[in-house]
């Protein structure tokens, strides 16, 4: 898939005030961006994700930096504030030392705390993070649409090794909201709208697909009969009647494969 491209119209600038990052990315594990978006921890995970790219693992959360973090952070108000610090505490991705300094956990603390296993993941630049639930969202769709291809990839392998025929298949992807609906367990109309989002911040593009039909017009009625499924499908658009396939899916996310260590027994 192409990359997201920094410079181009949908490029989502960091317009933080204060911020300056002392990383250039980080590495966003699909299954980290799945639990965020499940558990309604996006407000939460920005809060974290600002420490951890302002810092190098610890702060200070003095008066001044707390009135930083609510007015980079369009956060209500200091209560507000608190509440996000104290889920973080409570999912144990900070942790309190003396007075007013916090230190945050690594992401290979996060992901052995919640078990993740996969070890696929997206970059995730500084100037997406205004953007991020828009920018998580098109995780979980870039890791579906990549599921696909590598899914794809093998059959036509599978074919060409036993010479097989290979059926005709669309030469795109994909992903329907009935899938992100199943995937984020959330209703319908929700997926509808974060997929809509992450299309307007330009994560993705979702672009519908149609298939001329090679049949006379006297026997539209005829087709919709004997094809009650594709029926709703049926559209008149340039003075002839097409045929509205599933829409082609694409991601302009960059996916690495992290190297998961895994933790040596004590002895």
């Known amino acids: 898939m192409n990359e997201f491209n920094t410079s181009d119209q949908h490029k989502r600038l960091c317009q933080f005030k204060h911020f300056h990052s002392k990383h250039s990315h980080f590495l966003i594990q699909v299954e980290l961006a799945e639990f965020v978006l499940k558990n ?4 939460v995970f920005r809060l974290w994700l600002y420490l951890k790219m302002i810092s190098r693992g610890k702060v200070f959360l003095s008066y ?17 504030l608190q509440s996000y610090l104290k889920q973080l ?16 956990r690594s992401f290979r603390t996060i992901r052995e705390l919640h078990h993740f296993e996969t070890s696929t993941c997206a970059i995730l630049y500084p100037e997406f993070l205004e953007a991020l639930q828009d920018y998580l969202v098109a995780v979980v769709i870039g890791d579906m649409i990549n599921f696909q291809v590598r899914a794809r990839w093998r059959q036509e392998r599978k074919n060409r090794r036993s010479f097989q ?6 030469p795109y992807f994909g992903v329907s909201n009935s899938l ?3 995937r984020l367990a959330i209703s319908l109309s929700r997926a509808r709208q974060l997929k809509q989002g992450a299309e307007k911040a330009g994560f993705i593009s979702n672009t519908p697909m149609f298939t001329p039909l090679e049949i006379p017009e006297i026997e539209i ?47």
């Open 165 to 170: 025929c290979q059926p005709r298949l669309f």
């Open 40 to 43: 309604k921890l996006v407000k």
């Open 89 to 104: 505490k409570k999912l144990n991705w900070i942790g309190l030392g003396k007075g007013d300094e916090v230190y945050l």
């Open 64 to 80: 001044g930096f707390r009135k930083q973090l609510i007015e980079d952070l369009s956060i209500r108000d200091y209560k507000t």
């Open 221 to 267: 009625p005829i087709y919709k009969k004997h094809c009650p499924f594709n029926a709703p499908k049926i559209r008149f658009i340039n003075e002839k009647y097409v045929l509205q396939s599933y829409n082609k899916v694409d991601h302009y996310l960059t996916f690495r494969s992290r190297r998961i260590r895994k933790k040596l027994p004590h002895r």
């Open 180 to 182: 992100i609906s199943a």
